[in-house]
Each structure stands twice: as C-alpha cells, then as structure tokens.
C-alpha cells in the first residue's frame, strides 16, 4: 500500500502562482509513473500532468505553458508549479502513482487538495 499526502493548494488571485507537494511512502519512487489530476465542482476528474520513470513529462492542453511538474526522487516527492493560475484551474487537484514499476497506470490517489483562483 502506498500513501499519497498532497500540499500546497489554497486561494490566489487570477494571474498568481501557488505549487503544490506530493510526498509518496515508498521506496524506489523513481521507478513509477506519477500525476496529477483534479476535479471541478459538477466536472468529472481529468488529467493535468504526468512525470515518467525516464523524466518525460505530459500536460493537458490548457495547462502548456503555465504549469511544470517535477519530481525530486530524494524525497519521494511530486511536483506541481501552476503559474498564470486563471478562474478555470479552481479544482480539487489530486495526486496519483503508478502499482506497478514503469507502468502507466495509475493505483494510489491522495486526499486531494483544494486549489482555487479568483477573478
């Protein structure tokens, strides 16, 4: 079992910046695929960003260019840097990781963290 312990969220205005944490209770952190994901209220849960074990990363259109994930696998710790944050990024953003070694598939979610920007 693995635990996922997300941080970072709260309220910012449109245009400011907030980055989020997600620390991992695992061993070999870097052999897993881990992510992002997040939910606005009334919207089904869509991916935001994802980290692979060979340093690829993959965003969702609307993020390009405004959010970077990264990955420190020293601390078992999972990135996320939401800059020019718009109205439209209000979300409860969640973290998930990989079951299986090197595969793209995800099995573990944190609690989540309520991210929201104002107008």
């Not at 869509?46 to 609307?62: I, K, L, M």
């Not at 405004?66 to 990955?71: A, D």
Request: aromatic share 14%; with cysteine.
């Amino acid at each position: 079992q693995v635990q996922l312990v997300e941080s970072g969220g709260g309220l910012v205005q449109a245009g400011g910046s907030l980055r989020l944490s997600c620390v991992a209770s695992r061993r070999t952190f870097n052999w897993y695929h881990m992510a992002w994901f997040r939910q606005a209220p009334g919207k089904e849960r869509e991916f935001v960003s994802e980290s692979s074990p060979d340093g690829t990363t993959y965003y969702t259109d609307s993020v390009k260019g405004r959010f970077t994930i990264t990955r420190d696998n020293t601390k078992n710790t999972l990135y996320l840097q939401m800059n020019s944050l718009k109205p439209e990024d209000t979300a409860v953003y969640y973290c998930a990781a990989g079951g299986t070694p090197f595969v793209k598939k995800y099995d573990y979610w944190g609690q989540g963290t309520q991210v929201t920007v104002s107008s």
